[in-house]
T-cell receptor, first 114, second 116 residues
Framework: EPEVTQTPSHQVTQMGQEVILRCVPI?????FYWYRQILGQKVEFLVS????????KSEIFDDQFSVERPDGSNFTLKIRSTKLEDSAMYFC????????????FGPGTRLLVL | AQKVTQAQTEISVVEKEDVTLDCVYE???????LFWYKQPPSGELVFLIR??????QNEISGRYSWNFQKSTSSFNFTITASQVVDSAVYFC?????????????FGGGTRVLVKP
């Protein structure tokens, strides 16, 4: 069964450093998402991406964040200058076209900013 | 704005008992979708069920069943004859058809602990 994959599974970085989280969505899906979950809290929406552009972003998704689909398979989230409060689990999700409303999630990348 | 509330933060049961998880939502959209996801201790988010707002028929799938009541904006989820492997955090989520990206808004989650 097709699944969303994410790399790395864990990342430790120093405050102020740039990180890139990678995702490979399900191959025929068209909508892509990033969510984050601070430890013990709920899952929060960051950004949605369709047709090579951002379709919606949350207040969390400020200028320090960016997303890209550099080729036909990868979908990346970049955090330019990490802060302590960026420590969280980051989930990528994808879904198919209209009518295929279910989002399927990757296993997540646990980011720890020291 | 869309909102999902899961009032139960934690439920503890003994194996084989039934567990019902409550979910109440708010939306201004007339067409929307409701979901339940499971997050086991390993951390991933596993899709369980989806219900469209225009279909209020309640269903059973194996040990899972759900009760969608549009009149009370509730989407409750029941695990019948719970097993230890059902121990996880369960999230209710909502997406609106009219929203640009159909983002999911999650509730706070309910931790279910099934004791042997």
């Amino acid at each position: 069964e097709p699944e969303v994959t994410q790399t790395p599974s864990h990342q430790v970085t120093q405050m102020g450093q740039e990180v890139i989280l990678r995702c490979v969505p399900i191959s025929n899906h068209l909508y892509f998402y990033w969510y984050r979950q601070i430890l013990g809290q709920k899952v929060e929406f960051l950004v949605s991406f369709y047709n090579n552009e951002i379709s919606e972003k949350s207040e969390i998704f400020d200028d320090q964040f960016s997303v890209e689909r550099p080729d036909g398979s990868n979908f990346t989230l970049k955090i330019r200058s990490t802060k302590l409060e960026d420590s969280a689990m980051y989930f990528c999700a994808s879904r198919g076209d209209r009518g295929q409303e279910t989002q399927y999630f990757g296993p997540g990348t646990r980011l720890l900013v020291l | 704005a869309q909102k999902v509330t899961q009032a139960q933060t934690e439920i503890s049961v003994v194996e084989k008992e039934d567990v019902t998880l409550d979910c109440v939502y708010e939306t201004r959209d007339t067409t929307y979708y409701l979901f339940w996801y499971k997050q086991p201790p390993s951390g991933e988010l596993v899709f369980l069920i989806r219900r469209n707002s225009f279909d209020e028929q309640n269903e059973i799938s194996g040990r899972y069943s759900w009760n969608f009541q549009k009149s009370t904006s509730s989407f409750n989820f029941t695990i019948t004859a719970s097993q230890v492997v059902d121990s996880a955090v369960y999230f209710c989520a909502l997406s609106e058809r009219g929203a640009a990206g159909n983002k999911l808004t999650f509730g706070g989650g309910t931790r279910v602990l099934v004791k042997p």
